[in-house]
């Protein structure tokens, strides 16, 4: 047995391994929503109504079984496009017609990434019009659905291109240590797409204006003030014409800071609770989550560009999943069967990254409870459980591998314990 058939076994143990192991995850999350589908919990007894609760149990495993459906998907898309022949037989064609220069090897990655697409689409559109539709979150139409899509593929195309042809140049003309100059190139354009995205990416999709004067707005700028944080403004943005889901965020870097709050969050919350909401990711930022997830972050993908680099000249990775290079290398199949291979070998660690975030989370609504009232981002926090129908029973070994937040129940007594200490 060649070393191409050992690492083709290895990375069929691991995608049938996942498979297994996702769909068992799935089985006990299921079991748990449902075997509490009768009654709220006690820690949200009087807090949150029955019909409250039983939505947010169908909705999740609703979308639990039609993530399978999808997940099976995937699993065959990737089967066809290694071992398959797919992605050979991209190969072959753009090669034959274009050669193998940096644009035909863009050529090949915009291909499988256009068949990639093209199969998730149906799975996003029966997401959005009958999932969330069904349970009354869906406020788009199909037009803005359309117009999305569109606009995403251009953007993608537009900011894909110069970096993919970059890091392909850099490859060619860099000599040995191209990963480093690569990854160096990544994540200049990484942090200039997050200086733009406020003012000319996110406009493309949404309307964002400033937040009126009134109460609300004298709270948080009280709260921006206590804590000592600078920004570019306080924005309101149109999420209801696409979901009646509520949430707020903080986007760019630097003196490129926006608060963004959603329409649907400040119908729903009171001004009090809409501050304890702002000062939980006001503390992501104060206490450097975002740059710790970004250092994390751009670490990993150093690592990566130098695993590439070793892979990329080794025939076993290619021949290992389905792909003869019959017409000379070809670094656009090497960065394509890499993208698929790495979460393949990553997902059990998957916990892990879980974990990391669970814990910044606990971090911020400790620190919100520090710069605003506490009991008021417990009734905020149950509003958006109750409105967003996240499930209040999920299980423990589910919540490892997929939650980025802490459960419910957990967060609530959480930030109980530490209202006690103030």
Avoid at 63 to 77: C, N, V, Y
Avoid at 218 to 236: C, N, P
């Amino acid at each position: 047995m060649n070393s191409a058939e050992i690492f083709e076994i290895v990375f069929l143990l691991f995608l049938f391994g996942n498979f297994v192991l996702k769909y068992y995850l799935d089985r006990r999350q299921v079991r748990s929503i449902q075997i509490n589908r009768g009654a709220v919990p006690a820690a949200f007894a009087g807090k949150i109504t029955l019909e409250a609760h039983q939505k947010a149990a169908d909705y999740s495993v609703e979308r639990i079984k039609f993530g399978q459906l999808a997940r099976i998907t995937d699993l065959g898309f990737v089967l066809i496009a290694t071992i398959g022949g797919l992605i050979q037989w991209i190969y072959g064609e753009v090669s034959g017609w274009l050669g193998g220069d940096t644009w035909a090897q863009i050529v090949i990655i915009m291909c499988y990434g256009f068949l990639s697409s093209l199969i998730d689409l149906p799975f996003s559109w029966y997401s959005t019009f009958k999932i969330e539709a069904k349970y009354g979150f869906n406020t788009t139409t199909l037009a803005r659905f359309i117009k999305d899509l569109l606009l995403s593929a251009v953007l993608s195309l537009v900011l894909g291109i110069p970096i993919l042809a970059a890091v392909l140049w850099i490859w060619n003309a860099a000599g040995e240590f191209w990963w480093f100059w690569a990854w160096l190139a990544y994540i200049l354009f990484i942090l200039a797409v997050q200086w733009i995205y406020p003012t000319f990416i996110a406009p493309l999709f949404n309307k964002f204006t400033p937040l009126p004067d009134g109460e609300l707005k004298t709270r948080l700028e009280g709260l921006l003030s206590r804590i000592g944080f600078a920004s570019k403004g306080l924005y309101v943005m149109d999420a209801s014409k696409r979901s009646a889901k509520g949430n707020a965020y903080m986007t760019g870097f630097g003196r490129n800071k926006r608060i963004v709050l959603f329409d649907t969050l400040l119908n729903k919350m009171t001004p009090e609770e809409t501050e304890a909401v702002l000062a939980h990711e006001l503390g992501h930022y104060k206490l450097h989550h975002i740059y710790k997830m970004m250092a994390f972050s751009f670490a990993f993908s150093l690592l990566f560009f130098w695993i590439l680099s070793v892979l990329a000249d080794c025939s076993w990775f290619y021949e290992g999943l389905g792909v003869t290079l019959s017409h000379g290398a070809s670094h656009g199949v090497a960065l394509i069967l890499f993208s698929i291979a790495v979460p393949v070998f990553l997902f059990p660690l998957a916990p892990l990254t879980s974990l990391f975030s669970r814990k910044h989370e606990f971090e911020a609504d400790a620190f919100a409870v520090r710069y605003s009232n506490g009991g008021a981002l417990i009734s905020a926090l149950v509003k958006l459980f109750s409105d967003n129908a996240a499930t209040l029973t999920p299980d423990p070994l589910y919540s490892a591998f997929y939650s980025s937040h802490p459960d419910a129940a957990i967060r609530i007594a959480t930030i109980q314990k530490e209202m006690s200490k103030a």
